[in-house]
């Protein structure tokens, strides 16, 4: 690939999301840059979003009388991202395009539904080929196989997607997003989880993730706004690279999946707090597998920059 990939700068990028782990309809911290899930219709108490252990984004750039709108990630169940665009009246019909972080269940498994909710057919759908890896399986303590529900591209098709296959960088929405491709490993500690497995030519190895990608926007004057699905290729990697495709050093947010659950704190945890700080991102906004620990973490270290992310969650990222 060239050294970079041209982004266009936009005048907003907001991040609206239709699932995460956590919900509480309680909080009322809105501000300019966050707006929480109401649970109200008119003026009953009967508005429900649900949280489960996945991860699915509604996407719209903005610059002038111009906006366009993409889906990241399709969340963990079949219905549950698409009962909760209806339940904050999303409106998926604007979709033009959609691209997947990889091949797991939790990023995956509402594909269907949402695809119906664009009223569309042959959406594209940027991804990484190896996300129709299969199988794939997490080792319990005791040895046990526990395995992850195939992704295929009959899958894909069946859903409604035409899958645009990009182990590169690839721009996406006329130049004003990109999906990374494969991300390098050049960290020392972000080594993966240890736990997850797949099978590669018939032999049974540690999942390298070759699929694990991301988005990346660029906000006029304020950098970049980088969002992983769950950065098994570690989330300060993704960052690293997302600077070097674009060629742009500053960063306005860092949102997504860290999966830093169960890792050890002083060889993984600290290590990726510390490099996430010296990225000096004016909000960090870590999602669904991040762990608690990690995000309490990270919450401390950086609390003027933190947010705390959950189902209906709609972020603003303006110039």
């Known amino acids: 690939m060239s050294a970079t990939l041209p982004i266009k700068a936009v005048e907003r990028v907001e991040?609206?999301?239709?699932?995460?782990?956590?919900?509480?309809?309680?909080?009322?911290?809105?501000?300019?840059?966050?707006?929480?899930?109401?649970?109200?219709?008119?003026?009953?108490?009967?508005?429900?979003?649900?949280?489960?252990?996945?991860?699915?984004?509604?996407?719209?750039?903005?610059?002038?009388?111009?906006?366009?709108?993409?889906?990241?990630?399709?969340?963990?169940?079949?219905?549950?991202?698409?009962?909760?665009?209806?339940?904050?009246?999303?409106?998926?019909t604007r979709v033009e395009q959609m691209a997947l972080s990889h091949g797991h269940q939790d990023h995956v498994g509402g594909i269907q539904r949402l695809v119906e909710q664009t009223g569309k057919r042959d959406i594209p759908l940027v991804?990484?080929?190896?996300?129709?890896?299969?199988?794939?399986f997490m080792k319990n303590t005791d040895g046990a196989n526990v395995y992850f529900?195939?992704?295929?591209?009959?899958?894909?098709?069946?859903?409604?997607?035409?899958?645009?296959?990009?182990?590169?960088?690839?721009?996406?929405?006329?130049?004003?997003?990109?999906?990374?491709?494969q991300i390098p490993r050049t960290t020392a500690f972000e080594r993966g989880a240890p736990n997850l497995f797949c099978e590669i030519d018939g032999e049974e190895k540690q999942d390298p993730f070759d699929d694990d990608s991301a988005m990346v926007f660029n906000v006029r004057g304020k950098?970049?706004?980088?969002?992983?699905?769950?950065?098994?290729?570690?989330i300060v990697n993704t960052v690293a690279y997302a600077r070097k495709t674009t060629g742009i050093e500053k960063v306005m947010a860092i949102m997504g999946g860290f999966h830093l659950g169960g890792l050890d704190v002083d060889t993984v945890i600290k290590p990726t707090i510390d490099a996430l700080k010296a990225f000096n991102p004016t909000h960090i906004i870590p999602t669904h597998c991040t762990g608690r620990q990690a995000i309490q973490l990270i919450e401390n270290e950086m609390p003027d920059r933190f947010i705390l992310n959950m189902s209906g969650t709609r972020l603003t990222f303006s110039a």
């Open 149 to 181: 529900p195939a992704f295929t591209r009959e899958k894909a098709a069946a859903a409604g997607t035409a899958v645009i296959d990009a182990d590169e960088p690839y721009s996406m929405l006329d130049y004003a997003a990109i999906f990374l491709g």
């Open 127 to 136: 991804l990484h080929p190896a996300a129709f890896r299969n199988p794939r």
């Open 223 to 234: 950098g970049l706004v980088v969002l992983s699905g769950c950065a098994h290729s570690g």
């Open 15 to 92: 991040i609206l999301t239709l699932q995460d782990n956590t919900i509480d309809l309680t909080v009322r911290d809105n501000n300019s840059v966050i707006r929480r899930a109401m649970p109200m219709v008119g003026m009953e108490m009967k508005n429900s979003i649900l949280a489960e252990h996945g991860f699915s984004s509604l996407i719209t750039l903005s610059d002038g009388d111009t906006s366009r709108s993409m889906i990241f990630d399709f969340g963990f169940s079949e219905y549950g991202a698409a009962v909760n665009a209806d339940a904050l009246g999303a409106d998926l």
